[in-house]
């Protein structure tokens, strides 16, 4: 019995070993709160009593609640003093802790000494695979997931001349990277079997593609397409399909754009591509299905300047990020007319936003040449992305997302230092 003693703090060890105690009276002190699993070695214990304390009913109780529901013990009521919405209740009534006793953090997992530009990921026979493109080392460097080292170690290298973009594409058993090159020509290669590596495959006209900038890979009505969004005064932005021997030019969709960016989308149930310049506002695209073509459809007005737009899904609700390096990126929302903003970010020096989840966990990663990357993550009650936590990364092009093994990874290349591999986690506030 240690009643009544104004105990306000217990050791998690103050009952360490006392198999064979039956009673124990806590009650009448000044208890708020009981150090995790601090009964667990109480193995006889008929009845615990802990009347006259008033518990702080917040993450701390958390473990107290679960075992009470799962002791055999007979235990007092647990009266709460707060949260308010608790106070003066048992904690039995508390409905749930679930969503406010977690939170995430992201942590260095794993760095890669080399500078990047891009990151892509793919899937093939149960492995994950990532596709780096490092243009001062003139390779397509790819990785894959070690599951007994558990990070990610070198696979194959494609070699090449300013490799601005590696994007994997899959079809059935096959493995194709398209290799976007500032200079000799971009390429498609192939992963052959026999000789456990990627070979040349085919090229991509010079004519067509001279400044690529951004690869979106897209299906429609089963067949597989790609866009290679084209930034220099002489190129075209393409669409490549497949014909079940390689991919040919489809559709060029406009010339004299510069075109920064193309971002595959499904709107309503139609699909659209979304283009984006340095000398114009965003123009959307839609599929026609009788001609087979994207045609001009609208465009995002008084947003010049946008680098890259990004979409995702959220509560079956559609948004999109738009990156500008000058003035506030935004994130919009498409309202079955047209996309309104819901929120503008300050992004100076900004080269991408690149939005993402894990869990039930909506994240927008901002990289700036100027400033710290900031990761901003939803606020389901106010609607809107809260700054959640600054990383360095000196001048961040991409950031991508990566999960394997249960584990959820994102990957921050930098054009100016290493590549840095972020593992998001889960931590238990009880």
């Known amino acids: 019995?240690?009643?009544?003693?104004?105990?306000?703090?217990?050791?998690?060890?103050?009952?360490?070993?006392?198999?064979?105690?039956?009673?124990?009276?806590?009650?009448?002190?000044?208890?708020?709160?009981?150090?995790?699993d601090v009964f667990s070695d109480l193995d006889s214990l008929i009845e615990l009593d802990l009347r006259g304390n008033k518990f702080e009913c917040d993450c701390k109780a958390k473990w107290l609640f679960l075992w009470l529901k799962m002791t055999n013990s007979t235990v007092s009521d647990v009266l709460c003093i707060g949260p308010a919405e608790y106070q003066d209740k048992k904690l039995n009534d508390v409905t749930s802790f679930d969503y406010e006793c977690t939170t995430t953090d992201f942590v260095v997992h794993q760095i890669l000494p080399y500078q990047s530009v891009s990151v892509d990921t793919f899937n093939s026979k149960n492995d994950v695979f990532v596709a780096i493109a490092q243009p001062s080392m003139e390779n397509c460097m790819v990785l894959e997931w070690d599951h007994i080292e558990m990070n990610f170690r070198s696979y194959d290298n494609i070699t090449g001349q300013s490799i601005v973009g590696c994007k994997a594409?899959?079809?059935?058993?096959?493995?194709?990277?398209?290799?976007?090159?500032?200079?000799?020509g971009s390429h498609i290669y192939k992963y052959d079997e026999s000789w456990t590596k990627f070979v040349k495959f085919q090229d991509i006209e010079v004519s067509r593609i001279s400044k690529p900038n951004d690869i979106e890979l897209f299906e429609i009505d089963s067949e597989m397409f790609f866009v290679i969004a084209d930034s220099s005064k002489a190129g075209l932005s393409t669409v490549y399909k497949w014909n079940n021997k390689g991919f040919y030019s489809y559709q060029s969709l406009h010339e004299w754009f510069r075109d920064t960016d193309a971002e595959f989308l499904d709107i309503d149930g139609k699909s659209h591509l979304i283009l984006s310049s340095r000398s114009q506002v965003p123009i959307i695209l839609q599929w026609n299905k009788v001609s087979k073509k994207f045609v001009p459809h609208s465009e995002i007005p008084n947003m010049e300047d946008v680098l890259a737009v990004k979409s995702f899904r959220m509560q079956d609700n559609l948004y999109i990020t738009l990156t500008r390096f000058i003035g506030d990126s935004r994130v919009m929302k498409w309202n079955s007319k047209q996309f309104v903003e819901i929120q503008a970010l300050p992004s100076r020096g900004a080269m991408t936003l690149q939005p993402f989840s894990f869990k039930n966990n909506y994240y927008l990663a901002l990289g700036s040449d100027y400033t710290f990357s900031q990761i901003y993550q939803w606020d389901g009650e106010k609607k809107i992305f809260r700054l959640f936590k600054e990383i360095y990364v000196q001048a961040p092009r991409s950031f991508t997302a990566v999960s394997t093994d249960?584990?959820?990874?994102?990957?921050a290349s930098s054009f100016k230092g290493n590549t840095q591999i972020f593992e998001h986690i889960v931590i238990d506030l009880s």
Not at 169 to 184: E, N
Request: proline share 2%; hydrophobic share 50%.
């Open 406 to 411: 249960r584990r959820d990874f994102f990957f």
């Open 1 to 36: 019995f240690i009643e009544g003693n104004k105990i306000e703090t217990i050791s998690r060890n103050a009952f360490r070993g006392l198999r064979d105690l039956t009673h124990l009276s806590l009650a009448n002190n000044h208890l708020k709160a009981l150090p995790r």
């Open 169 to 184: 594409i899959l079809v059935g058993d096959q493995v194709f990277v398209v290799v976007a090159q500032l200079f000799g």
